[in-house]
């Protein structure tokens, strides 16, 4: 037998795939694909919502409000409530709890177990009887539309899909579920904007204008250093288009 | 193409030899057969699906391997041999290599 | 943020990798053409007639490691399954290379036989969520130089 050494092709062993190529297909196609799994699942989230029994809820709402120090400022909770009564009258204010939290920043939070959490801060920057009514309204609209289930259930949804898909790998479940927390941007901003009519109406029903939604939402705006453009990927949408929204609700009175 | 992993053909003569040809590749089973896979764990038998993989690699690696022959003007490799190693979460690598060989 | 600082790994992966990996394989192919003369067969006999007059064993090893870009990559291929593309060209690299390496050790001999191949994955393994970070493939043989003639018979 003979050696006649020689060299074989040696490119069959390395697809002729652009590996660039495939990165953008798979991505685009994966994004796309979760992206409208998500939509859907959201709506599925929309008609499940207002099943969840009160019990849970309330469960979901002492697992949140563990993150928090709750304040005992009887006082303001007192005149809160207060306002509360005027705005929705005694029997439907006494299903809801008051709760001052231990929080710097400005914020009022809608707590699953009808319980409205209001920080500190926005005790000591918000005096006005007519913002804290609007403010408190607001909170009872998320309620009302159950926006806070339906988030809930949403980023649940979400995380378990990405985790399960990708493995829970660091990095790529990072970029698709930043990818997908901008969707779920999209469904709050909508959401607030409707709390802010269900909050304007009481409002008006109560003090006969809507002054206290506009001044609280002018106040925002100063303190608001965002451009519209960031304001995009925000939960909340500017302060200048609630206003707005206000403003052509009032044209339309 | 004759393929063998002894030295020689059995019943053949080998005419001339070329040198080394190897076939490698790397697949990954989806997404969907890596649940199961998981769930395989806690009651044990075979995985089904991930032998399904390692039989495509192994297809596959060996027709890579054949082209290469092919390419020399082999018709036959001999001394086959197979390695296989998990290069990537949930994928597998199959490498064959063996002698190019042209058989009469 | 995480998401600007993952997209710049992906491209800081993509073009080093990519020009790495095309240095690498030129390299190569230079190589293999300078070294086409030493043959190399996985069997373990010398071809027919020959005596040889020294043996001995001979070895290439390599580590090489994996890109950004290549690792998601094959994360995503690793969802939807089939050919995960980017390691190919990673093992190919390294199984070329262990070769030339182990025929560059045996510069002065005739003959190279009973090729043998490991493959292994190395760094990261213990985290091995993330998946491999690196390739090692050691190829060793014995390598013969033969008395008199040396293109063989």
Redesign the interface.
Known sequence: MKLDYRQPDATVNVSKVSPLKRAVQLFLGLSVTFVTIYVVLGVLVNILAPKIPMSLEQKMGSAILNEWTVGNDNETVNSYKDILVKLVGEEVAATYTIMILEEAELNAFAIPGNIVGVTTGFVEEITDEEMIAFALGHELGHFENRDHIKSYGRLFVLYTMVNTLTGSDGSLATAFLDLLSKTETKFSQVDELRADVYGAALLYDTYGSYDGGIDFFNYLSEDYDGSHIVSYFESHPHPEKRVQRLMDMTELE | MYLVNTESIPGKEIVEMYGVVSGSTVRAKHVGKDIMAGLKNIVGGELRGYTELLQESRQEAMDRMVQQAKSMGANGVVNIRFATSSVAQGASELYVYGTAVLVK | M??IV?IG?IVLG?LAGSAAEKNHYRSI?KR??EM??????????L??NMDATNSRLVNGSVVISIDY??R?????????????????????RA??EA?LRLKEESRGYD?IIN???????IGNAAN?????GS?EVLAYGTAVKVAGNET??
Request: hydrophobic share 40%; no cysteine.
């Open positions: 995480n998401l993952f790994l993509y192919e293999e053409s086409a003369d030493l043959p190399i067969v996985t069997i373990s006999k071809p027919q870009f290549k998601i990559l094959a994360q995503l291929i690793n969802i939807v399954g089939g050919k995960v593309i980017s390691y190919e060209s990673l093992v190919d199984r070329r070769i003959y090729l043998r191949i490991e493959t292994s994955t091995s969520k993330n998946g491999v390739v063989g018979l």
